[in-house]
């Protein structure tokens, strides 16, 4: 069982920045694909990122492509995201996501139900 715990979340003007973290309560390097979704209000949740087992391998939805990029620590046993140029329509909750996995397929990693474990989310918030 592996628990996911964000943060980093909070309220930003629109162009702004924020960094999200999601910390893993064991050893993900290695084992498991890990990935950002987002549920903005009366929205369903959707795909924003992903990243293979080594980090080595993103991908990243339309929408936040070219502004926001995934990064891991395997060391740290915690994955970032670091969001630029942020919109209001960026405003959301975040959810890390983890599943443990030994290939990295994109266009499994876009689905929610790939994935087995689930943080808690993040409130971001995109004034304008």
């Known amino acids: 069982q592996v628990q996911l715990v964000e943060s980093g979340g909070g309220l930003v003007q629109a162009g702004g920045s924020l960094r999200l973290s999601c910390a893993a309560s064991?050893?993900?390097?290695?084992?498991?694909?890990m990935g950002w979704f987002r549920q903005g209000p009366g929205k369903d949740r959707e795909f924003v990122a992903a990243?293979?087992?080594?980090?080595?391998?993103?991908y990243y939805a339309n929408s936040t492509k070219g502004r926001f990029t995934l990064s891991r620590d395997n060391a740290q046993n915690t994955l970032y995201l670091q969001m630029n140029s942020l919109k209001p329509e960026d405003t959301a909750v975040y959810y890390c996501?983890?599943?443990?996995?030994?290939?990295?397929?994109?266009?499994?990693?876009?689905?929610?139900?790939?994935?087995?474990?689930w943080g808690q989310g993040t409130q971001v918030t995109v004034s304008s």
């Open positions: 996501a983890a599943k443990r996995a030994t290939l990295f397929y994109s266009a499994n990693v876009t689905t929610r139900s790939y994935y087995d474990y």
């Open positions: 990243t293979s087992r080594s980090g080595g391998t993103t």
């Open positions: 064991q050893d993900t390097s290695g084992n498991y694909v």
